[in-house]
């Protein structure tokens, strides 16, 4: 299976992109990891509504350009799951002949609707908002923990 993580934005944290690299690591075991950065589009400091859309609209291309198999949307809108319903929503799509999924963690602003619309899934870790760099690491550590459920590991507790 390959799984592809498509983030708008760079990791500018060591600790962070040693996280990271830590999980990539970990799920060579049980997939092949590309993680895709898109470039964030520059916005001023107070941008107008109509700014912060062309900017989205402009990743979104970047995005869906990227995006193959299923796609999951991580959005404000999107529900929350446990993490053994997540081990069945990676697990799933192989028996149903998918070969990839990607992942998308948009900007400080967001997804474009269209992106959103063309997700198969559109999950939330939480009401609460979390940094995108640390969604990232977040959601590296979930899609392994998923895998280690299918497989019966013992890391899941």
């Given at each position: 299976m390959r799984v592809n993580l498509i983030a708008v934005g760079k990791l500018k944290e060591r600790w962070?992109?040693?996280?990271?690299?830590?999980?990539?690591?970990?799920?060579?075991?049980?997939?092949k990891l590309q993680i895709i950065e898109l470039n964030e589009c520059r916005l001023p400091e107070s941008p107008s509504d109509g700014e912060?859309?062309?900017?989205?609209?402009?990743?979104?291309?970047?995005?869906?350009?990227?995006?193959?198999?299923?796609l999951?949307?991580?959005c404000i809108e999107?529900?929350?799951?446990t993490s053994e319903a997540f081990s069945r929503m990676l697990t799933e799509p192989a028996l149903r002949?998918?070969?990839?999924?990607?992942?998308?963690?948009?900007?400080?602003?967001?997804?474009?609707?269209?992106?959103?619309?063309?997700?198969?899934?559109?999950?939330?870790f939480s009401p609460?908002?979390?940094?995108?760099?640390?969604a990232r690491?977040?959601?590296?550590?979930?899609?392994?923990?998923?895998y280690q459920i299918a497989e019966g590991g013992k890391y899941h507790k």
């Amino acid at each position: 299976m390959r799984v592809n993580l498509i983030a708008v934005g760079k990791l500018k944290e060591r600790w962070l992109r040693e996280a990271c690299e830590e999980y990539a690591k970990r799920l060579g075991r049980y997939c092949k990891l590309q993680i895709i950065e898109l470039n964030e589009c520059r916005l001023p400091e107070s941008p107008s509504d109509g700014e912060i859309q062309k900017a989205l609209q402009t990743e979104a291309e970047q995005i869906l350009r990227h995006a193959e198999g299923e796609l999951f949307a991580l959005c404000i809108e999107g529900k929350s799951c446990t993490s053994e319903a997540f081990s069945r929503m990676l697990t799933e799509p192989a028996l149903r002949g998918c070969s990839a999924l990607s992942f998308v963690i948009g900007s400080s602003h967001g997804l474009a609707p269209q992106v959103k619309q063309a997700a198969q899934h559109k999950l939330s870790f939480s009401p609460m908002t979390f940094p995108h760099q640390l969604a990232r690491v977040m959601l590296l550590e979930q899609i392994y923990r998923g895998y280690q459920i299918a497989e019966g590991g013992k890391y899941h507790k």
